[in-house]
């Protein structure tokens, strides 16, 4: 990227794919590990009942074939002692999701149900299995009983014939299915004092409307002693988990005071009718945490050269855990 392309004054403009080259800090490093559980070969963990599936691969058809077939000794959720338990699952990074029936009153349901996963066979070993165990409750938000999270597919089960499995179901209060990931450069100027962020591209967001996709664009604001200074937005991507961008946003900030700011950068699915919602967030500065310091520490180190790289989105609630501002409100348009 041409820095004279970006030093352009407020408005948005496109920058070469070359930026996505990843820069000299391994953001693999600082990538969330997956929740433990008996499926990832580690023990550890509340656990709260067992779950019995199977799996089997259609290799004609190129289909992961998931059966689940019932659960065992499950916690009570109601006041009358029992439970109304449903199974949520996925095949991650895909964000498409099924929903086996809920059972009324029971610890130990049989579900029979079988679902089919398209996915080409070299695939498997970077897919996981996810299965949410919840109440269903009819007249408040369904309680989350627990999750089994199975990534080694290949190892767990000879594939070429229907096998069946018994997994911990692990305590968990909220899935832990990832949110995505967000990709954008950084690149300061210090003689013209001016910051500019390109929001590159999203992978694998969380699907936010009924039709297992969301429209996705990116807010970014300039925060300064926990006070947000100005916002600006990318263009909304339709139907899609997987947006690219190639949008720069400047804002204009003196040397001396790049140790007092932050950028909040936030994902947003946009809502034509009712409030856009938040799919995931992230921070970068000098008080940042991981890579999000590093990342903000590289730029000022190599002034003048734009430095990209992959930043996992955080729940707006772990965002807020880490000492950020409160979490940005979904606004009425974008």
């Known amino acids: 990227m041409q820095v004279g392309s970006l030093d352009l004054g407020d408005d948005y403009v496109d920058v070469d794919e070359q930026l996505t080259s990843i820069g000299r800090i391994k953001p693999e490093l600082y990538k969330q590990a997956a929740p433990e ?80 996963f398209p996915v080409p066979y070299d695939e498997l070993p970077a897919r996981k299995l996810h299965l949410s165990v919840f109440d269903f409750d009819r007249f408040s938000r369904h309680d989350m009983i627990g999750e089994v999270v199975v990534d080694n597919l290949l190892e767990v089960s000879d594939l070429s014939r229907e096998t069946s499995i018994w997994k911990d ?58 006070k947000r200074l100005k916002k600006k937005k990318t263009t909304i991507k339709k139907n899609t988990l997987n947006p690219v961008y190639n949008e720069a946003i400047i804002f204009d900030i003196p040397p001396e005071s790049m140790d007092q700011v932050s950028l909040h950068i936030s994902v947003m699915d946009y809502d034509l009718v009712g409030h856009n919602e938040v799919i995931g967030v992230n921070r970068v500065g000098c008080s940042a945490e991981g890579l999000g310091r590093d990342h903000w520490n590289e730029m000022l180190a190599y002034p003048r050269k734009p430095i990209a790289h992959w930043h996992p989105l955080l729940e707006t609630a772990s965002f807020d855990s880490q000492g950020s501002c409160p979490s940005p409100k ?5």
């Open 37 to 116: 559980s008996e499926g990832s070969g580690k023990g550890g963990g509340k656990t709260c009942g067992r779950i019995n599936f199977s799996l089997r691969y259609d290799y004609e058809n190129e289909m992961l074939l998931v059966h689940v077939l019932k659960a065992f000794d499950l916690p009570a959720k109601d006041l009358c002692g029992s439970s109304d338990p449903y199974v949520k699952i996925y095949l991650l990074p895909d964000r498409k999701k099924f929903q086996t029936r809920v059972h009324r009153k029971t610890l130990n349901p049989t579900f029979d149900e079988s679902f089919q």
């Open 169 to 226: 179901i692990l305590y968990a209060t909220t899935e832990s299915v990832d949110l995505g990931e967000i990709m954008f450069s950084l690149c300061y100027l210090p003689t013209a004092g001016r910051l500019t962020l390109t929001v590159i591209k999203c992978r694998n967001l969380k699907a936010m409307d009924i039709t297992g996709y969301s429209d996705p664009y990116v807010k970014v604001s300039l925060i300064c002693d926990g």
């Open 330 to 334: 979904a606004p009425a348009s974008p």
